[in-house]
T-cell receptor, first 116, second 109 residues
């Protein structure tokens, strides 16, 4: 079946530095990808929609200058957490659908970010 | 906000059927019901989806009421590996999957 891969699986960074997370659709093209954040014992919260070749669409309350999203190709979206702080520590997950707007979505394995 | 309501937790004995309910009383005519599950510290996994007819695949069955205001996910023979948080999501072409709080299913030996 279709696969979405995230890299890295986990990362520890120092406060004030930036971290880039990659999300790839391995066997299908995705004009749209989605980024979620999940805090411990909570549900997934949609952060933004990544659009290939255009600007990302951010959900209300998500700082676009803090969470930079780039979707430069049909198989790759990146999320950069800029000037990370301990409160940005979370589980970040991406997803994509082979058929736009319907059918099953595939999720990456997630990236555990710890800011120290 | 999520358009669905699920019980926060359920227990099931191994080998028995697990029936997970979901209320979606405000569902629109073009919206599908999707079910995903998330095993601890992993990305969600697709289970099944449907519009108005009951659906079955190798993982589960989905029963949707005639008025489409609720549905039930059935895992016919639950195993310990089915312990996870199960999410019922209503979505109709906006592409965005908005997750509610889900049901934490614990399968007991």
């Amino acid at each position: 079946g279709a696969v979405v891969s995230q890299h890295p699986s986990w990362v520890i960074c120092k406060s004030g530095t930036s971290v880039k997370i990659e999300c790839r659709s391995l066997d299908f093209q995705a004009t749209t990808m989605f980024w979620y954040r999940q805090f411990p014992k909570q549900s997934l919260m949609l952060m933004a929609t990544s659009n290939e070749g255009s600007k990302a669409t951010y959900e209300q309350g998500v700082e676009k200058d803090k969470f930079l999203i780039n979707h430069a190709s049909l198989t790759l979206s990146t999320l950069t957490v800029t000037s990370a702080h301990p409160e940005d520590s979370s589980f970040y997950i991406c997803s994509a659908r082979p058929v736009r707007g319907r059918g099953e979505a595939f999720f990456g394995q997630g990236t555990r970010l710890t800011v120290v | 906000d999520a358009k669905t309501t699920q019980p926060p937790s359920m227990d099931c004995a191994e080998g028995r059927a697990a029936n997970l309910p979901c209320n979606h009383s405000t569902i629109s005519g073009n919206e599908y019901v999707y079910w995903y599950r998330q095993i601890h510290s992993q990305g969600p996994q697709y289970i099944i989806h449907g519009l108005k007819n009951n659906e079955t695949n190798e993982m589960a069955s989905l029963i949707i009421t005639e008025d489409r205001k609720s549905s039930t996910l059935i895992l016919p023979h639950a195993t310990l590996r089915d312990t996870a948080v199960y999410y019922c999501i209503v979505e109709g072409g906006s592409e965005k999957l908005v997750f509610g709080k889900g049901t934490k299913l614990t399968v007991n030996p």
